[in-house]
């Protein structure tokens, strides 16, 4: 699977953006797709997961401004993101959860990412 994210870009504060994310390959074993970003100088960190069956879960500190949703027909997943702050500048990475069966009938899971997209928030 591979994964190509795009959207980022330069935002005032209070504004929007919205993040795509484009899965191609063996897609029928993606299972869950997430939203992950790394500020400069810090860990990267989770901020939106979606199951296959559409279970979302957010970091706190993007509650009730991000929202993440996808297409599995298109096997697309986007993050709109609304209400921005400068605390939301990052590289944005999508990612995607694998599950598959191997030769010998042993579930293998996996995670592949995206190249990140960079979201800049000017005050």
């Known amino acids: 699977v591979q994964l190509q994210a795009s959207g980022g870009g330069l935002v005032q504060a209070g504004g929007s953006l919205k993040l795509s994310c484009a899965a191609s390959?063996?897609?029928?074993?993606?299972?869950?797709l997430d939203w992950y970003r790394q500020a400069p100088g810090k860990q990267r960190e989770s901020v939106a997961t979606?199951?296959?069956?559409?279970?979302?879960d957010y970091a706190d500190s993007v509650k009730g401004r991000f929202t993440i949703s996808r297409d599995n027909a298109k096997n697309i997943v986007w993050l709109q993101m609304n209400s921005l702050k400068p605390e939301d500048t990052a590289v944005y990475y999508c990612?995607?959860?694998?599950?598959?069966?191997?030769?010998?009938?042993?579930?293998?899971?996996?995670?592949?990412w995206g190249q990140g997209t960079l979201v800049t928030v000017s005050s």
């Open positions: 990612s995607a959860d694998l599950l598959s069966v191997d030769g010998f009938g042993q579930w293998v899971a996996e995670r592949v």
């Open positions: 390959g063996s897609t029928s074993s993606i299972n869950a």
């Open positions: 979606i199951s296959r069956g559409g279970d979302t």
